[in-house]
């Protein structure tokens, strides 16, 4: 059969062979409108940060030789790759020429990325909110909630380029998983770019139920403040070029509210308020004319005419009013803060 392929964000490298995923895999390049393995010779980190930054994988773990992730088929299209590590692809990486090589494809080259090592799943979960588990021993594994804080989240959002962290729940409130249970007392100072960098007593060192699995949930990008604001309700601003941005009301309705709820794992959109009714936020506005159709996982999503383009004041600023996270007042009964669930 022919081996899992996962879709990959650039549509000249992929991460394919027995054992991928959608961030680690055998490297393979498109060129002359055919798929091509990559040799191992001078293979290494700076190679593979390159493929995982293309793909949007996050760093690279290892560079991996020997056709770790199974030998491909003709034809070899790059050999003797040199990146620097900064380059956007892996093409444009120093290199012979395509077909210039000497090898077989038992020296198919590969890599394994960080987000290749944690993901979010369980019932409710999001690309950016779920159940923590992480990939050892060629198992996927949860973790457990004793001392699990927002700097533990903060790393694992970031490990997935979800934004920033907005809670760190515990007592598996994304469903319990299945053994094993690969790390317990995690103590991260937030800096760190992948989880399994923080330190902890070491994997399946644990005395832990599956009901204390760890989640998270992370902002994605998108964020709701101003005054009256709450987790599940506020002006909507989203992260672009490094800067926070409003949205203006234009065309703005319960379909693009809906969006944000799902995105910040909040129930569903209970209403769409303009006209800033959470306080007028500050320059940049970044998204006008938004159009969801509501089933959208973020909303940058969504059509727009782009980034910046709009004819809008603060005094139009769109704002959010969700149904609530369903078991979210748990949470945030250790800040002090009660939240209602009006869904049920």
């Given at each position: 059969t022919a081996p899992l392929l996962f879709e990959s964000t650039d549509d000249h490298v992929r991460l394919v062979g027995p054992g991928s995923t959608r961030c680690s895999g055998r490297v393979e390049v498109f060129h002359g409108g055919t798929w091509g393995t990559v040799c191992d010779d001078g293979w290494d980190l700076n190679d593979a940060?390159?493929?995982?930054?293309?793909?949007?994988?996050?760093?690279?773990?290892?560079?991996?030789?020997?056709?770790?992730?199974g030998p491909g088929s003709d034809p070899i299209w790059l050999d003797d790759v040199d990146c620097s590590g900064n380059e956007s692809s892996l093409t444009e990486c120093q290199h012979p020429g395509f077909g210039t090589e000497d090898c077989r494809h038992d020296e198919d080259a590969g890599v394994t990325c960080s987000d290749s090592q944690i993901k979010l799943v369980g019932p409710g979960s999001t690309r950016c909110s779920g159940r923590v588990e992480v990939f050892h021993g060629g198992t996927w594994g949860t973790v457990c909630d004793d001392g699990w804080d927002l700097n533990d989240a903060q790393v694992?959002?970031?490990?997935?380029?979800?934004?920033?962290?907005?809670?760190?729940?515990?007592?598996?409130?994304?469903?319990?998983?299945?053994?094993?249970?690969?790390?317990?007392?995690?103590?991260?100072?937030?800096?760190?770019?992948?989880?399994?960098?923080?330190?902890?007593?070491?994997?399946?060192?644990?005395?832990?139920?599956?009901?204390?699995?760890?989640?998270?949930?992370?902002?994605?990008?998108?964020?709701?403040?101003?005054?009256?604001?709450?987790?599940?309700?506020?002006?909507?601003?989203?992260?672009?070029?490094?800067?926070?941005?409003?949205?203006?009301?234009?065309?703005?309705?319960?379909?693009?509210?809906?969006?944000?709820?799902?995105?910040?794992?909040?129930?569903?959109?209970?209403?769409?308020?303009?006209s800033a009714h959470f306080g007028p936020g500050s320059d940049p506005i970044w998204l006008n004319d938004v159009a969801c159709s509501g089933s959208e996982s973020s909303l940058t999503e969504c059509q727009h005419p782009g980034f910046g383009t709009e004819d809008c004041g603060h005094d139009e600023d769109a704002g959010?009013?969700?149904?609530?996270?369903?078991?979210?007042?748990?949470v945030a009964h250790k800040v002090g803060i009660q939240y209602w669930d009006l869904s049920s």
């Open positions: 940060q390159v493929v995982c930054r293309q793909l949007n994988c996050g760093m690279a773990l290892s560079a991996l030789s020997s056709a770790h992730f694992v959002c970031r490990q997935l380029n979800c934004g920033t962290a907005l809670s760190a729940p515990g007592s598996a409130i994304f469903g319990p998983g299945s053994d094993p249970i690969w790390l317990n007392d995690v103590a991260c100072s937030g800096n760190e770019s992948s989880l399994t960098e923080c330190q902890h007593p070491g994997f399946g060192t644990e005395d832990c139920g599956h009901h204390e699995d760890a989640g998270v949930t992370c902002s994605d990008h998108v964020r709701l403040v101003g005054p009256g604001s709450t987790r599940c309700s506020g002006r909507v601003e989203v992260f672009h070029g490094g800067t926070w941005g409003t949205v203006c009301d234009d065309g703005w309705d319960l379909n693009d509210a809906q969006v944000v709820c799902r995105q910040l794992n909040c129930g569903t959109a209970a209403s769409a308020p303009g959010v009013i969700c149904s609530g996270e369903k078991s979210f007042s748990t």
